[in-house]
């Protein structure tokens, strides 16, 4: 059999094996989507609940009713002032930052003895063919500059009290009337010129005391930093708002409060301008 009668003869088999076979059923249609029917249905029951009078909801009800000018004026104010923070209770300040202000005062006196003690003893490992005159030089530029960076940390925080107390009243007062750390009752019963104590650190991180009249305090004409106020040429500085009532009372600390300074010309200018708008009407 030759090739072309074998593929005649495969291609009538193939014929006669296809019109034998039973036809194919169509695939079946798919099933119809439910959900867009879904979500138009949720969104017809919504505009019909929209739409829809409702006896017991109108829509005078759900507008809130405008408040008058000055309502609302009052309560711009009344969330634009910070409220005074609570003072905490006693006779004896105590600062936050104490244990801070020490460590960093310590830290710098070490590492200062460290680069006094050190550079000269580099100095000759790194570069021991060197002239003595250019290694003492070197030496004395770098604690030059380690002496005055001490320096100048103490003299950023030597106004900054520790501690303060009154200890008793002035020359024409009695001893006992003076207020002890937790002697309690408020600032009213202070005498009329009570000595103040306040409690510092030194140089090397050690604490000393100095005391002073109350009536010696006065704003500080300085523009250093962390100053509060200055009595007998000294200069001080407390956190304000760790300072008991009863020595914020009783000392009249209110006059060296910046915060409390500015609310209270805020205040005052808000009520020259009610005054005006009265006047005017």
Do not use: I
Request: proline residues 11%; negative net charge; charged residues 25%.
């Amino acid at each position: 059999m030759t090739r072309g009668a074998f593929r005649a003869a495969l291609r009538r088999a193939a014929a006669a094996a296809a019109a034998a076979a039973p036809p194919r059923a169509a695939p079946p249609p798919p099933p119809p989507r439910a959900l867009p029917d879904l979500r138009r249905r949720l969104f017809r029951r919504r505009a019909d609940r929209a739409w829809s009078p409702s006896p017991a909801r109108s829509f005078a009800s759900d507008t809130p009713s405008p408040a008058p000018p000055a309502e609302a004026e009052e309560e711009e104010d009344r969330a634009a002032t910070p409220a005074p923070a609570a003072r905490p209770p006693g006779d004896v300040y105590h600062a936050h930052l104490a244990e801070t202000v020490r460590n960093v005062k310590l830290l710098s006196l070490a590492s200062l003895g460290a680069t006094v003690c050190g550079t000269p003893l580099l100095l000759e490992l790194a570069s021991p063919d060197m002239l003595p005159e250019a290694k003492l030089t070197v030496s004395l530029v770098v604690d030059g500059f380690g002496g005055f960076t001490t320096a100048l940390l103490q003299w950023f925080v030597s106004p900054y009290v520790l501690r303060m107390r009154v200890v008793r009243g002035g020359p024409g007062d009695d001893e006992a009337g003076g207020r002890e750390p937790g002697g309690g009752g408020s600032g009213n019963d202070f005498p009329s010129d009570p000595t103040v104590e306040v409690t510092k650190l030194t140089l090397t991180g050690r604490e000393f005391s100095q005391t002073f009249p109350a009536s010696a305090m006065r704003e500080a004409e300085t523009t250093r930093p962390l100053v509060t106020w200055e009595a007998e040429g000294k200069l001080h500085y407390v956190e304000m708002a760790n300072v008991p009532e009863s020595l914020y009372e009783g000392l009249g600390l209110e006059r060296f409060d910046a915060q409390a300074q500015a609310m209270k010309h805020a205040e005052e200018a808000k009520r020259r301008g009610d005054d005006d708008d009265d006047d005017d009407d």
